[in-house]
């Protein structure tokens, strides 16, 4: 939305309390919102508002408010008389402050009857905006309606200039009332109202000289308002037999619009010739082209009334289906059409205008509604005189609307369908407020809309319409809005700001109230009415009022303040009272106030002043309050004291003006209480005295460092102050916080360096050594004293002066810390790092001797001294990295570096050198570092910058290193080999000479389970490694040669078998020849070793069956059977025989030697292992060759069958299983694949039923063009198509060489759905199971076609195929002829499915995989008997 400006000022109603001569001035001074000329309208709207008195009249407070239920069931005629004759007896009435009536149309009490109840729970829009509305009984006028006992129906008001009020009654009756709502004239009769029926609609003119009246019979009649004589009866204006429902005076008083039941609309011309009135009517809408039920023309202030817009009388009016803005004048013109949409037929269509200010032009804005949403149109005129209507930002509501009313331009109110107001800034769309209007009783214009009066000849449209229209029982003007009741008229208007905030106080809203005048100060509020002026003085008037509220506040706290109970209680009470009158006191700026009154009056109150003065420290803390009066400034820091809370009053003190305090009592307190920044704070603020805190520090950390004592934490933090306080002073900055005055820095700084290069201390001892302040800071933290120091030099300016202040400090430092053995070597070399960068500036003036560079060299690598290497070393490289390397000699640092083991200053220097090389066993040698020795290779090796000399030389050492590499760790040395060294990997194994370091090496070279990332294609090793490596595994790691074997790819098997052989590993040995072919000899292999295992177990005397040499056996015998099985698929039976055979006969073989009268302590084992060979040999032998096997045995065919019962029988019971579940499964078959093909066959025999004549894309008749050859194609689904249509539309495929059509409807409207599994749906469009063709040829004469079916084919084309696949779908499963169709495919080598549309399906979308498979099964059990 376009912004508009701020007119709230000017867009005033009438505030309540005025005299009765303000109150006739007050009906003048309507909500405008600005002339052309913004000056003059400005100094009229000022001068008026000097006329209003803001003050309150003082009501009288009720004992006891009355309830809302009370008052909503009390009735309006029960307890007052009302008195005809002297209806201004009614305007004196005292009446009480929670009153609902009023006895003036333009004042009222500020009673709410909506807000009757004290608050327990506000609403978030009373909380935010109070009370918006004020809410009145017009008692007058309703005393008349009382009385005389008349049926109100309608009215219509205008005070312009005499502030007038129509009314309309049921019996043709016009009442009109005055100001002070006496009635001035009753106009027509009750015979009148016989004839015409009730009065419909009324409409006084600009100047209230006439009145127009519409009744429900049709009839027009005009009056004179000044005489109330009858001026002009209208009979004949529109279609007789049709109610008025709306008529309305333009701004041309000889110009006025009606509207009737009919929904036409007519423009009415009155004239006066040679003394004779007449009225000419013309037809501007016609209710046959659309009913209107609500028009509107757009009337303008005397203000406006030059506005070019005026010219064009505008109207506008809303259809059941639209709205239009024509225009009356000069010719009739429309302007704008805007159709509603879709909504709700019985809601009540609404129009209302305003003038509304918007980029600083004036122009009028219709707001039009209907249902729940509320648009804005802003019309304007350009240049050329065209009228031009911009749409605003439309509003969106939670309800449905029957009135619309323009309040001022950023205020509207609206009325939902259950009696309910909701007032709404427009610019926002924020709801201000909510009242319920039910009680008001308003009166419903649903019998002119119904046409009762003449029959009820209107549209259902219209009569729907008119269950909820209230267009003539609701009024508007000069920011009022006045509501007709069954029994009395009501009025409501905005309340002034002041109004709005007493209304909460009234409510004991306080801290609402305070927040509502703020919203009031800052400008922020919404539908402010009463403030006038430019924004100070608003504020200005605003500020005292919130003063006097705040006074109000401080004594209620005091007054409600529990008088007993804990102090806890008290606390709350006033931690809840008080931040609220501290917060508004600094909001308004008023400090005076704050620190004189109010705390003058919460002082009575020690536990209310405690809070008030916590209240401050917030404030205080981030410099929003400055300048606080000494006296509270005190108490402000003894009240916090008293409570222990030191740390809040040292943070206080350095945000606070402490000049005005006792300074050196506060210094004490601060001393006592450790609190040094502020003690800090109170010497420089208050005294300009910077050295005193720096000696008191001194001497508190000086003492225990001579000593050598540790510090306490304490004086750790002293310390560390000490520092920073200096760092500050020196860089010009305040401690703890700000600047120091510019004027004062160079004073400072002088002052401080003076300080810290003083001989002696003041009251030294004679023991005190030279220098204290500096040795002091040296022995507390060396490295940060010497950054403050180098952080200070960053800032000298390059003067004499300043040159000599470096020169001292640095020979101070030197002769403290060289001349002295106190300090560590790592506090030495910080010294010397901080002189070395200082020497390396380019503008350096400082000098030190050079000699002091080389005392210190010989001090950090003296080899006698062992303790604190890696700390000397740290510092010496600190020293050399931060320039000190040209103060020495390098050969000779070298030399002493490696002397003292000094391996990173080596590393630094050789670097220097480029001597690369060299590096490597700079690594090597310190242990912390020698396993980083492999990315430095790499990276010199890699990394282009480095010469070639360099980089063979590094090459050369790491091949000189390499089993010192390997030895450190195999896995980084053969990834730098396989990186750097893949052509010389021979020459590095010959440098292994270790085995086992070798055999590390070649394993995590070649092993690719190692984690080593290698690209084993290019690292190109030869067979012959790859061997060695599996001779050197034998010996070291023998039980992981088969899982190697697995990973390992060059290795020649012959070679291998040999290694394997000589090392007697028969498992691998059997898995190369396996892996070689020999299937046999593996064999052999592995039976021997079972039959090893069997021996051992024959020959033992005393075993449990726990025996481990069992499992051995066991494990043996399932590894044999799994070679077994895993060969027996490419061989003949012969050869299959020659594997299993002999593996049954070993497991038989520890049987036949037992006894069978004492059996073998393993013998149930050994049969069930048996009994595990023998099925799973059943799988690759035949039954008849095993049992005849067995019974060829000697020792078996000699009548020992019963041994082999059990084997025989279990074989017998897999026989029977397999036999029957063979038989079921050819009958499921065959009873499925008749039952598919008896559907099949009944689906593509039926016929089929068109379900239109014309095809269904071209909508042409079938037979269009009989001259051409073309097909007319029928689907199952009852769509016909002419073939070349379908052809234009792409629906054909080409399946094994045939043509096939698809639906063209069914297929676009499927090609967002579920994809079928069926490679014919899954093409565009489904291929519909059965379709005609119809040639031109079989056309008869009258055009009827004769439908011949197309032949079936014998065998399933893709339509049988998907026609079955839905069969199968009605099972909501797999039907079992696919799940053996499934298991046919398992059983064969082909992968082409019988049924299916896609002979290419993926292997993995197996039935027996679906979730939704239920189907189980298992062997039957095995019985024993």
Known sequence: MENEPDHENVEQSLCAKMSEDELNKSFNLEASLSKFSYIDLDKELEFKNDLIDDKEFDIPQVDTPPTLESILNETDDEDESFVLEDPTLLNIDTIDSHSYDTSSVASSDSGDRTNLKRKKKLPDSFSLHGSVMRHSLLKGISAQIVSAAVSILFFSLNFAVSSLIAVGTSHGLALIFDQNQALRLCLGSTSVGGQYGAISALSINNDCSRLLCGFAKGQITMWDLASGKLLRSITDAHPPGTAILHIKFTDDPTLAICNDSGGSVFELTFKRVMGVRTCESRCLFSGSKGEVCCIEPLHSKPELKDHPITQFSLLAMASLTKILVIGLKPSLKVWMTFPYGRMDPSSVPLLAWHFVAVQNYVNPMLAFCRGDVVHFLLVKRDESGAIHVTKQKHLHLYYDLINFTWINSRTVVLLDSVEKLHVIDRQTQEELETVEISEVQLVYNSSHFKSLATGGNVSQALALVGEKACYQSISSYGGQIFYLGTKSVYVMMLRSWRERVDHLLKQDCLTEALALAWSFHEGKAKAVVGLSGDASKRKAIVADRMVEILFHYADRALKKCPDQGKIQVM????????????????????????????????????????????????????????????????????????????????ALIVHMDITSLDIQQVVLMCWENRLYDAMIYVYNRGMNEFISPMEKLFRVIAPPLNAGRTLTDEQVVMGNKLLVYISCCLAGRAYPLGDIPEDLVPLVKNQVF????????????????????????LHFDTREFLNVLALTFEDFKNDKQAVEYQQRIVDILLKVMVENSDFTPSQVGCLFTFLARQLAKPDNTLFVNRTLFDQVLEFLCSPDDDSRHSERQQ???????????????????????????????????????????KIIDCYLRDPLREEEVFNYIHNILSIPGHSAEEKQSVWQKAMDHIEELVSLKPCKAAELVATHFSGHIETVIKKLQNQVLLFKFLRSLLDPREGIHINQELLQISPSITEQFIELLCQFNPTQVIETLQVLECYRLEETIQITQKYQLHEVTAYLLEKKGDIHGAFLIMLERLQSKLREITHQGENTKEDPSLKDVEDTMVETIALCQRNSHNLNQQQREALWFPLLEAMMAPQKLSSSAIPHLHSEALKSLTMQVLNSMAAFIALPSILQRILQDPVYGKGKLGEIQGLILGMLDTFNYEQTLLETTTSLLNQDLHWSLCNLR????????????????????????????????????????????????????????????????????????????????????????????????????????????????????????????????????????????????????????????????????????????????????????
């Open 754 to 777: 003076e300080f810290l290069i003083r001989l002696h201390s003041a009251e030294a001892s004679p023991e005190e050594e030279i220098y204290p302040y500096i040795r002091t800071l």
């Open 571 to 650: 606390e709350q009470h006033f931690q809840d009272m008080v931040p609220v009158i501290v917060d508004y006191c600094l909001l308004l700026q008023r400090k005076d106030l704050l620190f004189s009154q109010m705390y003058d009056k919460l002082s009575e109150n020690s536990v209310a002043k405690g809070v008030f003065l916590e209240c401050l420290e917030p404030y205080i803390l981030s410099d929003k309050l400055v300048g606080i009066t000494p006296q509270v400034m005190k108490d402000l820091i003894v009240h916090f004291q008293d409570k222990k809370l030191m740390e809040n009053v040292e």
């Open 875 to 917: 510092v010496l490289l600190e020293l050399l990295q931060a320039g000190g390397i040209v103060q020495f000699e390098e050969s000779r640092l070298i030399r002493m570096a490696e002397k003292a083991e000094f391996y990173q200053i080596c590393e630094f220097m050789y670097e220097r050198e480029h001597q690369y090389d």
């Open 1242 to 1425: 009944a689906s593509v025999t039926r016929g089929l039923n068109p379900k239109q004549d014309y095809c269904s894309i071209c909508l042409q008749q079938y037979k269009r063009r009989q001259e051409m050859a073309d097909e007319i194609i029928v689907f199952s689904c009852g769509h016909l198509y002419h073939s070349f249509c379908l052809q234009n539309k792409e629906c054909t495929m080409e399946i094994e060489g045939q043509t096939r059509w698809t639906c063209y409807k069914c297929s676009s409207s499927n090609k967002v759905g579920k994809l079928s599994e069926n490679s014919s749906e899954i093409k565009k469009g489904r291929v519909t199971p059965s379709q005609v063709k119809i040639s031109p040829s079989y056309h008869q004469s009258k055009g009827d076609p004769t439908a011949k079916k197309g032949t079936s084919e014998p065998i399933l084309d893709p339509q049988q195929i998907q026609a079955f696949d839905q069969l199968c779908r009605l099972y909501r499963g797999s039907s079992r002829l696919a799940l053996l169709t499934e298991l046919s495919q398992n059983r064969s080598s082909e992968s082409y499915r019988p049924f299916s549309g896609s002979q290419s399906a993926p292997a993995f979308n197996s039935i027996f995989q679906n979730e939704n498979f239920q189907l189980q099964l298992i062997p039957p059990p095995v019985t024993e008997d």
